[in-house]
């Protein structure tokens, strides 16, 4: 699944949800973010916050909250999908989903 992040319109929106294991976070605009910026990963991590989707860690990685994965993901899932999500979340630890830290894709590196 990939979170797709807009730091202008302050929107976050679940694509891709097949895989109920893997996540990334995918910053879809502006064009030219880049986590070269201070200010623009300051950024990122304020529309996580803002938007209760998780927040960026120190190493440029995002932590998601298995409760934002559900309501972004309600209506595009089905049963099973929630039951491989909800064992998913029993592996975890320390609230991130999946038990690891969510990948951030900047348009840069796409």
């Not at 996540?23 to 996580?48: E, G, I, K, Q, Y």
Request: with cysteine; aromatic share 4%.
């Amino acid at each position: 699944m990939r979170f797709l992040v807009d730091l202008d319109k302050v929107t976050v929106v679940l694509a891709d949800v097949a895989d109920a294991r893997k996540a990334s976070v995918v910053v879809a605009s502006p064009p030219n973010a880049t986590a070269a910026s201070d200010a623009t990963v300051h950024r990122l991590a304020d529309v996580l916050a803002a938007t209760n989707v998780g927040t960026l860690e120190a190493d440029g990685t995002a932590r998601l909250r298995a409760d934002a994965v559900l309501f972004h993901a309600a209506g595009q899932v089905d049963a099973d999908w929630e039951r491989r999500f909800a064992e998913a979340c029993e592996e975890r630890r320390g609230g991130a989903v999946l038990g690891a830290p969510a990948t951030v894709i900047w348009p840069s590196t796409r």
